[in-house]
């Protein structure tokens, strides 16, 4: 939880608040280091069991114990966990986070802290671009650690995925979906669940088929979702009654984009939806999520020479393919994204 200013100092704009206001994002920024590590070193987990004091988190985690009870104090004064006496315990939105996001930590940790040593170089000319803005080739950084990308995924999906379930329409619940870029597949299996009669078909590369049919066979939709190597650009995508373009836009270039959004509505059989969730630098997400999409796109410039779009360009897309009845929708329980939905018009 972000650090509070008394008072005036709230604002951060403005000459008179100018020290507060750069004191403040230094104070989030080793705010968000501190939390990163007590999820990854297992403090919060230790703590989610029972209270406990300094000395008895350190003997747990076998961490330092004097280091520990400076990080549980700067986890009090961030609001990850409160302090009783000389025992600490998580917050309830701690407890809330715990099972949602700790498998994602060493992905947000990459993002954050890893992939922004870079970015000097980036903007300087310094150090090339993973890959040129046009180039459909997975980035060797994600090829090598596919699966610390793959895991931030599921942590994010697990940020959105009521929300988004409640908000994607299904054209035809006995139809097909195609989930291309779909990573593990937790949403086709969220939508197969609601939707018995539904089948769908994850297109990935194959990298990830082991970790999908995993996920696929743990929560026993074998029988209706299968998964299916190859390029999105190349293949045959066949006729699916509905396709979902999940966190892959900001991706690729508009050019690609526009190609694929294309590609995808000219599969779809007539009635059919497409669905493209994503981060977006657009005042309609408010101030925290304009300022996410913003990130975003510094984020994946440097890591592989992409951005996120503006809402208008998304718009653009859609209606050129033919598509129609596009709407947008802000996702509000994962700040920053929002849903494109549209229709392939019927015979």
């Known amino acids: ?151 931030g995924m599921v942590a994010l999906t697990n940020m959105n995925i009521d929300e988004v379930l409640e908000r994607v329409p299904v054209p035809d619940p006995a139809g097909h979906l195609l ?43 074998a029988d209706r979702v299968d998964f299916r190597a190859g390029d999105f650009f190349t293949d045959e995508l066949g006729s699916p009654s509905m396709a979902l373009l999940f966190n892959v836009i900001h991706s690729k270039s508009a050019v690609q984009n526009r190609e694929l959004v294309a590609r995808t509505a000219a599969a779809l059989r007539p009635g059919g939806s497409l669905v493209i969730l994503d981060q977006f630098p657009a005042p309609e997400l408010g101030p925290i999520g304009r300022s996410f999409g913003a990130m975003m796109a510094l984020s994946m410039f440097n890591s592989v020479g992409q951005q996120t779009y503006p809402l208008d360009e998304v718009r653009d897309w859609l209606t050129d393919a033919g598509l129609v009845d596009v709407d947008f929708q802000p996702v509000r329980s994962a700040p920053g994204n929002g849903l494109f939905l549209a229709r392939k018009p019927g015979r």
């Open 1 to 151: 939880m972000p650090i509070t200013l008394p008072g005036a100092e709230r604002s951060l704009s403005g000459a008179d608040n100018a020290v507060p206001a750069f004191m403040f994002d230094m104070l989030s920024a080793w705010g968000f280091r501190a939390v990163t590590l007590a999820f990854r070193t297992g403090v919060l987990a230790a703590l989610a069991e029972e209270e406990l004091t300094s000395e008895q988190v350190a003997e747990k985690t076998e961490l330092d114990p004097r280091g520990i009870a400076f990080l549980l104090d700067c986890l009090d004064c961030v609001g990850y966990v409160r302090r009783a006496g000389d025992r600490y315990g998580v917050t309830d939105t701690t407890r809330e986070l715990l099972p949602m996001i700790s498998m994602g930590i060493p992905y947000f940790e990459k993002i954050v802290f890893t992939d922004w040593a870079n970015l000097e170089g980036r903007l300087r000319g310094e150090l090339p671009l993973p890959f040129g803005p046009d180039q459909p080739r997975t980035p060797r950084w994600l090829a090598r650690q596919w699966r610390v990308f793959q895991d």
């Open 179 to 221: 989930d291309l870029g779909g990573g593990y597949g937790l949403y086709s299996i969220a939508l197969c669940r609601r939707h018995p009669q539904l089948r769908a078909t994850i297109f990935e590369i194959p990298e990830m088929q082991r970790l999908a049919d995993r996920a696929i066979a743990e929560n026993g939709m």
